[in-house]
């Protein structure tokens, strides 16, 4: 099977001058339903790797940039921001460190939302995951009635409910106590499995990504280069 992602030779450039900073991407390929935890220390260049892949940040560099059969480096080139815009709404899912949920609707209405968006009508899959993640008694509430721990599940159903291709989770579980972030980890993974979604997970937690046996990539600053050059890396042990 092709990957329904693949990069290569990528790079891009933060800040100017002294500040400016640099992420490598020598190689990351993904099929339809893989599951990839993205580590490494603050400030290394995750979220710059996510935005790269959520279609947000143009590459300076793309040798090849392919995502669902579409020429990604092509579109940045051409400056098709339709077709960018397109693959993004329609085949990402985003998971953020803190829900982000919308105040004034309520939990079904914000799971639904991207859906709703996208033109696509009601999809028994919105009360499946409403189920599967523990939030059916909850659905008609607003997010402020809910604990951190219910806002992040509903984040999650919310990135899933229209079948994306490729969700990204950037930190999904840095507001919960170990035991929730694993179980909410957990019920990521399998959803992804179920349904054929691939995920990118970022994670300052090591330990979580080993407990979840998740293949792995570290972001790391290169040796080479101080610290304002990271690279991505496959850890022979990951
Ligand atoms: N918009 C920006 N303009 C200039 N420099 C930026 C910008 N965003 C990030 N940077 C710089 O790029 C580098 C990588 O930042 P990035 O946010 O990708 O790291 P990170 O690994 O996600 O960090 P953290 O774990 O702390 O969230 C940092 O040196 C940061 O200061």
Redesign the pocket.
């Known amino acids: 099977m092709r990957p329904m992602l693949e990069l290569s030779g990528v790079e891009r450039r933060?800040?100017e001058g002294e500040?400016a900073?640099t992420?490598a991407v020598e190689g990351l390929s993904l099929r339809k339903g893989e599951c990839l935890a993205v580590t490494?220390?603050?400030?290394?260049?995750?979220?710059?790797?996510?935005?790269l892949l959520g279609l947000v940040l143009r590459p300076d560099r793309a040798d090849a940039f392919r995502f669902l059969d579409q020429d990604v480096a092509a579109l940045w080139r051409s400056g098709g921001d339709g077709g960018l815009a397109a693959l993004r709404s329609r085949h990402l899912g985003y998971v953020l460190q803190t829900g982000g949920l919308l105040p004034f609707l309520n939990l079904r209405e914000n799971v639904e939302l991207s859906r709703r968006l996208l033109g696509l009508g009601p999809d028994a899959l919105t009360g499946e995951l409403l189920a599967r993640l523990g939030l059916t008694h909850l659905k008609a509430e607003k997010p402020r009635a809910l604990s951190v721990g219910e806002r992040q599940r509903a984040a999650i159903a919310r990135a899933f409910a229209h079948r994306p291709a490729l969700v990204l989770a950037d930190?999904p579980t840095a507001a919960l106590d170990p035991p929730q972030a694993l179980e909410v980890c957990r019920l990521m993974l399998e959803l992804a499995a179920e349904f054929g979604i691939a995920l990118v997970v970022?994670s300052?937690d090591w330990e979580l990504v080993r407990k979840l046996a998740l293949p792995q990539a570290r972001?790391v600053p290169d040796a080479g280069s101080g610290?304002?050059r990271?690279r991505l890396e496959w850890p022979a042990d990951a």
């Open positions: 933060r800040g500040r900073f992420l490494g220390p603050s400030g290394s260049g995750k979220s710059t790797l996510l935005d930190e970022v300052h972001v610290a304002c990271s």
